[in-house]
């Protein structure tokens, strides 16, 4: 008897573009960071470096997510490393700015503390399957994204209603980021569920 099975072809590689620009927006952070201290809170060309940098690696990940799909280089490491790489530019760019004193403590600490614990999360089930970003996710990076670009450009007198427009996005972000977590969760157990039933 003939077999006529068609051997299962090899994912995409995780030495491609898309995972390419995911690491270089990891080694963007510490740049960032560094731009950003280095203007000492008097909203001077360091500060701009910092605002530049962050456009820059935001658009690195629409980039690598584009590419991915475009092309089928959608690799696990990819789903993995994607959220990281998000949550280490989001993450210290919060702290930055809590730091300053131009952000709560605790709008960042609610923040940290989901995206810390989603990220380990993903970890635990990941032997019952990846669990990808959601389209509550993605919105939560827009509106994060969006509140920390209105956070970091220099507040003039030119421009008072900056202060309130970040202020009202980071709190859209903030409501959303909660959200989107406990959903998380619920996927989460649902995987972990599914995983040892099919075991």
């Given at each position: 008897?003939?077999?006529?099975?068609?051997?299962?072809?090899?994912?995409?590689?995780?030495?491609?573009?898309?995972?390419?620009?995911?690491?270089?927006?990891?080694?963007?952070?510490?740049?960032?960071?560094?731009?950003?201290?280095?203007?000492?809170?008097?909203?001077?060309?360091?500060?701009?470096?910092?605002?530049?940098?962050?456009?820059?690696?935001?658009?690195?990940?629409?980039?690598?997510?584009?590419?991915?799909?475009?092309?089928?280089?959608?690799?696990?490491?990819?789903?993995?490393?994607?959220?990281?790489?998000?949550?280490?530019?989001?993450?210290?760019?919060?702290?930055?700015?809590?730091?300053?004193?131009?952000?709560?403590?605790?709008?960042?600490?609610?923040?940290?503390?989901?995206?810390v614990g989603i990220t380990a999360l993903r970890?635990?089930?990941?032997?019952?399957?990846?669990?990808?970003?959601?389209?509550?996710?993605?919105?939560?990076?827009?509106?994060?994204?969006?509140?920390?670009?209105?956070?970091?450009?220099?507040?003039?007198?030119?421009?008072?209603?900056?202060?309130?427009?970040?202020?009202?996005?980071?709190?859209?972000?903030?409501?959303?980021?909660?959200?989107?977590?406990?959903?998380?969760?619920?996927?989460?157990?649902?995987?972990?569920?599914?995983?040892?039933?099919?075991?």
């Open positions: 008897m003939t077999d006529n099975a068609v051997p299962a072809q090899p994912g995409p590689s995780n030495w491609n573009l898309p995972n390419a620009l995911t690491m270089l927006r990891i080694v963007l952070v510490p740049f960032f960071i560094w731009f950003f201290l280095a203007d000492g809170g008097a909203y001077g060309w360091w500060r701009w470096a910092a605002v530049v940098l962050f456009l820059v690696a935001i658009y690195t990940d629409k980039l690598d997510g584009d590419i991915a799909r475009a092309r089928g280089l959608i690799t696990s490491f990819g789903k993995i490393a994607d959220p990281i790489a998000d949550k280490l530019l989001i993450g210290s760019a919060l702290v930055m700015l809590s730091a300053v004193g131009e952000l709560w403590w605790w709008v960042t600490v609610l923040m940290l503390v989901r995206e970890f635990v089930v990941i032997r019952y399957g990846v669990m990808a970003a959601s389209k509550g996710g993605k919105l939560k990076t827009v509106l994060q994204t969006v509140a920390i670009f209105l956070y970091l450009l220099p507040v003039t007198p030119a421009t008072p209603w900056l202060s309130v427009a970040a202020l009202v996005v980071m709190l859209a972000a903030l409501a959303v980021t909660l959200v989107t977590g406990v959903d998380y969760i619920i996927k989460a157990a649902q995987l972990r569920t599914a995983g040892r039933g099919a075991a």
